[in-house]
């Protein structure tokens, strides 16, 4: 009963656009979506010369970058908070416990998903990069075509990231620190609300994350068709 | 005018291009060869979209792997690749990535390749006749200086394959293209080149290439009969030869001895009716198959030794000739080509390995 009670009121604050639910959501969302842009700005790049180009150790990079795919989130959390706590190295930057460090702990999270999918997708493309290249493109232009060629699975991978960076909770936690109005995020307030036995809200945001992973998956699907 | 010197390339085991060199002028040259001999990859290293592992490409004198270079040729796959756009949009992209969009010149390449009336229609709603076409309009649109086609007349459809002859016969530079046609190469070419194994086995004239190959590889490639023999002695200044029993009979201006290899056209081969007897070598033999090829047939013979005979369909059908019938075939003994020692491309590239 208690259960149906506090599912009740968990869509209440949903219908009735809480602020604090709808704050954290909002905050959430330009986290993960931030943390997808900087990996994209980083892991395209590198995808594209690790697809399109042959050297000594390619086949051991690929492979690092493989073994990444499971990186526990918390190992992230970790090397994070030792490189920028204020003992650490980074330190200085003061960073710790602010948004910026979750972006970049969650862009690192999902940069070997994006590269090992964009390089397995960009490797069985070779006759369009190859083609851009007979036509006269630069190696640049010859890349984004095969990228635009690609597109739909490029846009399942983004996808697939983003839903991979919203819904960790141990990076976020360790490094953002689940500051009220400041660094909590939907899985940090789940985490916390439900140890404070404030099931509503935790089971609303849980609703808004299971909406959005299905969105993503209905998207995701559509894309592939 | 484009150069290799000394190309040599391999995709991890064993080397797939075996030091190749040459060099290509205002001319048309044909490559030739069995699948899987290096065709597409020689043809990907002198459009410079592939770097061999060792040697140069020369374009105009200037050898690297520069945008610059690689822009003054035009290139067509095998199997083409058209972007997810239309027909239009495929041809302009050359010109488009140069920076160089000229409506014009777009126009006037679609109606060149009977493109204009699909000029709208998307790469995926295109037949492989089309796509074809598509791919050779954009390698041409570029005003390229050399022209590389690889396969160029596959799944291309009788007027596109005018189109193309045409147009190779209008441009001025060097054309070098991957065929598996050999009557097409032959009126089209000014060279032919046969590649076996990742070495020129064999280059020279179409008709010489084709009609009196050097090597043994080149005859079989041709379509050529080979027989192999051994030389029994003379007969009123003609050579004899045992092959698989039967006596035949070879013109050779230098006197032969031992085991020996011989070439017979299929053209060459004459098939009759009944036991006539007109030339030395009259044989008889048993039609297994026939393949009819258009104006064309090939008959497959059975008898001492297998052989095939090429008439024209018009005769066949006049004798009314049937598979499993026996007949009498005809060689003349000056049709009959021996062959030497196999040449010397094989000994080059034993002194290079």
Same mark, same amino acid.
């Given at each position: 009963?208690?259960?149906?009670?506090?599912?009740?009121?968990?869509?209440?604050?949903?219908?009735?656009?809480?602020?604090?639910?709808?704050?954290?959501?909002?905050?959430?969302?330009?986290?993960?979506?931030?943390?997808?842009?900087?990996?994209?700005?980083?892991?395209?790049?590198?995808?594209?010369?690790?697809?399109?180009?042959?050297? =000594?150790?390619?086949?051991?990079?690929?492979?690092?970058?493989?073994?990444?795919?499971?990186?526990?989130?918390?190992?992230?959390?970790?090397?994070?908070?030792?490189?920028?706590?204020?003992?650490?190295?980074?330190?200085?930057?003061?960073?710790?416990?602010?948004?910026? $460090?979750?972006?970049?702990?969650?862009?690192?999270?999902?940069?070997?998903? $994006?590269?090992?999918?964009?390089?397995?997708?960009?490797?069985? =493309?070779?006759?369009?990069?190859?083609?851009?290249?007979? /036509?006269?493109?630069?190696? =640049?232009?010859?890349?984004?075509?095969?990228?635009?060629?690609?597109?739909?699975?490029?846009?399942?991978?983004?996808?697939?990231?983003?839903? =991979?960076? /919203?819904?960790?909770?141990?990076?976020?936690?360790?490094?953002?620190?689940?500051?009220?109005?400041?660094?909590?995020?939907?899985?940090?307030?789940?985490?916390?609300?439900?140890?404070?036995?404030?099931?509503?809200?935790?089971?609303?945001?849980?609703?808004?994350?299971? $909406?959005?992973?299905?969105?993503?998956?209905?998207?995701?699907?559509?894309?592939?068709? | +005018?484009?150069?290799?010197?000394? !190309?040599?390339?391999?995709?991890?085991?064993?080397?797939?291009?075996?030091?190749?060199?040459?060099?290509?002028?205002?001319?048309?040259?044909?490559?030739?060869?069995?699948?899987?001999?290096?065709?597409?990859?020689?043809?990907?290293?002198? #459009?410079?979209?592939?770097?061999?592992?060792?040697?140069?490409?020369?374009?105009?004198?200037?050898?690297?792997?520069?945008?610059?270079?690689?822009?003054?040729?035009?290139?067509?796959?095998?199997?083409?690749?058209?972007?997810?756009?239309?027909?239009?949009?495929?041809?302009?992209?050359?010109?488009?990535?140069?920076?160089?969009?000229?409506?014009?010149?777009?126009?006037?390449?679609?109606?060149?390749?009977?493109?204009?009336?699909?000029?709208?229609?998307?790469?995926?709603?295109?037949?492989?006749?089309?796509? &074809?076409?598509? #791919?050779?309009?954009?390698?041409?649109?570029?005003?390229?200086? *050399?022209?590389?086609?690889?396969?160029?007349?596959?799944?291309?459809?009788?007027?596109?394959?005018?189109?193309?002859?045409?147009?190779?016969?209008?441009?001025?530079?060097?054309?070098?293209?991957?065929?598996?046609?050999?009557?097409?190469?032959?009126?089209?070419?000014?060279?032919?080149?046969?590649?076996?194994?990742?070495?020129?086995?064999?280059?020279?004239?179409?008709?010489?290439?084709?009609?009196?190959?050097? @090597?043994?590889?080149?005859?079989?490639?041709?379509? +050529?009969?080979?027989?192999?023999?051994?030389?029994?002695?003379? %007969?009123?200044?003609?050579?004899?030869?045992?092959? @698989?029993?039967?006596?035949?009979?070879?013109?050779?201006?230098?006197?032969?001895?031992?085991?020996?290899?011989?070439?017979?056209?299929?053209?060459?081969?004459?098939?009759?009716?009944?036991?006539?007897?007109?030339?030395?070598?009259?044989?008889?033999?048993? *039609?297994?198959?026939?393949?009819?090829?258009?104006?064309? #047939?090939?008959?497959?013979?059975?008898?001492?030794?297998?052989?095939?005979?090429? !008439?024209?369909?018009?005769?066949?059908?006049?004798?009314?000739?049937?598979?499993?019938?026996?007949?009498?075939?005809?060689? &003349?003994?000056?049709?009959?080509?021996?062959? %030497?020692?196999?040449?010397?491309?094989?000994?080059?590239?034993?002194?290079?390995?």
């Amino acid at each position: 009963m208690e259960l149906v009670e506090a599912l009740g009121r968990a869509l209440y604050l949903l219908v009735s656009f809480d602020k604090e639910v709808y704050t954290i959501v909002g905050r959430s969302l330009l986290v993960s979506g931030s943390a997808l842009l900087l990996s994209s700005l980083f892991s395209f790049p590198v995808s594209s010369l690790l697809s399109f180009s042959s050297f =000594r150790g390619r086949g051991a990079l690929l492979s690092i970058i493989r073994t990444f795919y499971s990186l526990p989130t918390v190992c992230v959390g970790l090397f994070l908070f030792v490189l920028f706590s204020r003992e650490g190295p980074l330190g200085f930057s003061g960073i710790l416990f602010t948004p910026y $460090i979750m972006i970049l702990g969650q862009a690192i999270l999902i940069s070997p998903i $994006i590269m090992g999918l964009l390089i397995s997708h960009l490797g069985k =493309r070779w006759e369009v990069f190859e083609t851009a290249l007979s /036509i006269g493109a630069t190696r =640049r232009r010859a890349v984004i075509l095969t990228i635009f060629d690609a597109r739909s699975e490029v846009l399942g991978i983004l996808l697939l990231s983003f839903g =991979r960076a /919203i819904s960790e909770v141990g990076c976020a936690i360790m490094v953002g620190g689940n500051i009220k109005g400041f660094t909590r995020v939907m899985t940090t307030a789940i985490a916390l609300e439900s140890s404070k036995g404030n099931i509503e809200l935790a089971l609303s945001l849980g609703i808004i994350l299971l $909406i959005i992973a299905f969105i993503i998956n209905i998207i995701a699907v559509r894309l592939e068709r | +005018m484009i150069r290799a010197e000394d !190309i040599w390339h391999s995709y991890g085991r064993g080397y797939v291009l075996k030091g190749i060199n040459l060099e290509v002028r205002d001319e048309v040259l044909s490559i030739i060869g069995p699948v899987g001999v290096g065709k597409t990859t020689l043809l990907k290293i002198l #459009s410079l979209l592939i770097k061999p592992k060792r040697g140069k490409v020369y374009i105009g004198g200037e050898s690297s792997m520069d945008l610059r270079l690689r822009r003054k040729i035009g290139f067509s796959h095998q199997n083409p690749f058209l972007f997810d756009a239309t027909v239009y949009e495929n041809v302009a992209l050359p010109l488009k990535v140069r920076g160089e969009y000229d409506k014009k010149r777009v126009e006037e390449c679609l109606h060149d390749f009977s493109l204009w009336e699909i000029k709208d229609k998307r790469a995926r709603e295109l037949s492989g006749g089309e796509i &074809k076409r598509v #791919s050779l309009a954009r390698a041409f649109v570029q005003r390229p200086e *050399i022209l590389v086609l690889d396969e160029p007349m596959t799944n291309l459809d009788p007027e596109g394959i005018k189109i193309l002859e045409r147009k190779i016969r209008e441009f001025k530079g060097p054309v070098i293209m991957a065929t598996h046609e050999l009557y097409k190469a032959r009126g089209l070419s000014d060279r032919l080149l046969f590649l076996h194994d990742g070495v020129i086995y064999e280059e020279g004239k179409p008709e010489d290439l084709l009609d009196s190959p050097k @090597g043994i590889k080149t005859a079989l490639f041709s379509g +050529m009969n080979i027989i192999e023999g051994e030389v029994r002695g003379k %007969e009123e200044g003609i050579n004899v030869v045992d092959v @698989g029993g039967e006596r035949i009979y070879v013109a050779s201006e230098r006197g032969l001895s031992g085991k020996i290899t011989l070439g017979i056209r299929p053209e060459d081969v004459v098939i009759t009716k009944g036991e006539k007897k007109s030339t030395r070598n009259t044989m008889r033999g048993k *039609i297994k198959n026939i393949v009819r090829r258009g104006p064309v #047939s090939e008959v497959e013979i059975e008898g001492a030794f297998p052989l095939k005979a090429l !008439i024209t369909t018009k005769s066949l059908e006049e004798m009314d000739l049937r598979e499993g019938e026996e007949i009498s075939v005809l060689i &003349k003994a000056t049709a009959i080509k021996i062959f %030497e020692d196999e040449i010397q491309a094989q000994g080059k590239l034993k002194d290079k390995i």
